[in-house]
């Protein structure tokens, strides 16, 4: 029993399907390559950023005022986010019109 030659429709779909499934694939890869590159990324600008303000506190602080103690790369990171958070200038502040 010969079942004939295959439709061209079906063909062409068997071909396609595989195709966008890799591209869904590729696509899916790609996002959590950027969701890791970013989180990476933060880190990597945070360490960059806290790693000043542990250095004076460490080197600075420690000898000029007794009874502190020495910090580490999180909680410098801490007190950066702190200071951004008291001393930022944020669209809160009023200003006056005369």
Same mark, same amino acid.
């Given at each position: 029993?010969? +079942? ?5 429709? #079906?063909? %062409?779909?068997?071909? !396609? ?5 890799? @591209? &869904? %694939?590729?696509?899916? +890869? &790609?996002?959590?390559?950027?969701? *890791?590159?970013?989180?990476?990324? $933060? $880190? ?9 303000? %542990? =250095?004076?506190?460490?080197?600075? =602080?420690?000898?000029? *005022?007794?009874?502190?103690?020495? !910090?580490?790369? #999180?909680?410098?990171?801490? *007190?950066? !986010? #702190?200071?951004? %958070? =008291?001393?930022? &200038?944020?669209?809160? /502040?009023? /200003?006056?019109? @005369?």
């Amino acid at each position: 029993m010969s +079942v004939g030659p295959e439709p061209e429709g #079906l063909r %062409m779909l068997s071909y !396609i399907i595989p195709e966008e499934k890799e @591209n &869904k %694939m590729e696509s899916i +890869v &790609k996002a959590v390559a950027i969701v *890791i590159m970013s989180v990476v990324a $933060i $880190i990597a600008f945070g360490l960059l950023l806290s790693l000043p303000v %542990m =250095l004076l506190w460490n080197g600075c =602080l420690i000898s000029a *005022i007794p009874g502190i103690k020495a !910090i580490g790369w #999180l909680q410098a990171w801490g *007190i950066l !986010i #702190l200071c951004g %958070m =008291l001393f930022n &200038k944020g669209s809160t /502040s009023t /200003s006056s019109s @005369n």
